[in-house]
């Protein structure tokens, strides 16, 4: 096959039809297979310009070119085996939440529905058609979708560059966030660590990963300031989130002495631990501290995630510089600090009644 000079086919009468027969490669195979195509009406052109007309045809169809052979001759890839490839050499240069989310996303749902499928089969419309079927069906989230193609995107990669895909829309809805008032409830209510981890977790919006991680000798306070260095996944200490999340956050006095009073004369290990000697676990303290007290004070159910949007809105209203909004809170981007900002309605009408 690899020495033939090329094909220029045959053309033959069907009816009142000129047809042109010839053989294509076929991957897996040394057989090549013969194909048929109609050219045109035999009243409305003779036979020697059906031939014409045909080897135009092969030639736009490149079946004489060598790379159409190569390409036929090529193994066929399937997504099953460039997903195995990607999370044994790719995914563990990721963070172990993004590991451990990806995984899940490639079992659960990415290998069952592309696994078999040839990677050169999966275009823009295969993965469109994927992405409505699962909005039709209704069991999944705009964001869980939404985080799915992000996974798949990683795993296809260059060609999904040019594609369009329309992902479902992502409802809007404002992220709870405790108020100053709200959060000093929940410190004079609080027990042990977590009255001076929820008073920290506010003055500083660290995320929960990061005050989870906090060793004593982050603290600085003789200058009032919290070094974050490191975070948490589950029982692991971990790289912060991203360059920004390395940092130094002011804190004040009030704070600070909270934190210190708690310490006692420790001046080594983890600030905030479980019973164990191991790092706090952001579900666990949710679930079987933080939301059981939000109920035993009467105020709306919040995550630890509440005190970093708060911290924020309230620098926000503060009229703070959203620089140094971001540098305190460790975001890459202000856009990114825009979406953690919330205004009470009280600030609004104040700030109403004031320009008015």
């Known amino acids: 096959m690899s020495r033939r ?4 086919g045959t053309v033959v009468r069907k009816g009142n039809w000129w047809h042109g027969r010839y053989y294509i490669d076929v991957a897996g195979s040394t057989t090549r297979a013969r194909k048929s195509v109609a050219i045109g009406r035999c009243d409305e052109m003779t036979k020697p310009e ?31 085996e460039q997903a195995e490839w990607w999370e044994a050499n790719v995914l563990p ?19 069952p529905y592309f696994g078999q499928m040839p990677m050169d089969s ?25 985080n799915m193609w ?27 966030y405790f108020t100053p008032k709200e959060t000093q409830e929940l410190i004079d209510a609080a027990e042990g660590q977590y009255k001076a981890l929820f008073a920290l977790q506010f003055a500083t919006g660290m995320r ?27 029982h692991q200490e971990v790289s912060p989130k991203s360059k920004a999340g390395y940092r130094e956050v002011d804190v004040d006095a009030g704070t600070m002495a909270i ?19 191991t790092p706090l676990v952001n579900g666990n303290v949710n679930r079987f501290v933080l939301k059981p007290l939000c109920k035993k004070i009467g105020i709306p159910v919040g995550t630890t995630h509440a005190f970093r949007h708060g911290r924020v809105s309230v620098l926000q209203q503060g009229g703070i510089s959203g620089d140094l909004i971001k540098r305190w809170v460790g975001h890459s981007s202000l856009k990114t600090t825009s979406k953690y900002s919330h205004f009470t309605r009280e600030f609004r009408k104040e700030i109403a009644a004031k320009l008015g």
């Open 208 to 234: 929960f990963g990061e005050i989870a991680g906090l060793h004593v000798e982050d603290l600085d306070f003789s200058e009032l300031i919290v070094y974050i260095r490191r975070s948490t996944f589950i």
């Open 150 to 176: 992000k996974v798949l995107k990683l795993i296809i990669g260059k060609p999904t560059r040019e594609w369009t895909i329309r992902l479902p829309e992502i409802p809007e809805t404002e992220q709870r």
């Open 259 to 277: 934190v210190k009073e708690y310490l006692g004369d420790r001046k080594s290990g983890r600030v905030f631990e479980s019973r164990n000697g």
């Open 50 to 80: 059906a031939r014409r007309k045909l080897a135009v045809m092969l030639h736009e169809l490149g079946v004489n070119d060598n790379s159409y052979l190569e390409k036929a001759l090529a193994p066929v890839k399937l997504f099953s």
């Open 5 to 8: 000079g090329g094909q220029s």
């Open 122 to 146: 999966i275009s823009e419309s295969t993965v469109q058609e994927w992405i409505s079927g699962l909005k039709l069906q209704g069991k999944l989230g705009p964001k869980t979708i939404a």
């Open 93 to 111: 240069m990721h963070k172990p939440s993004s590991q451990n989310s990806s995984h899940y996303i490639l079992k659960k749902h990415l290998i």
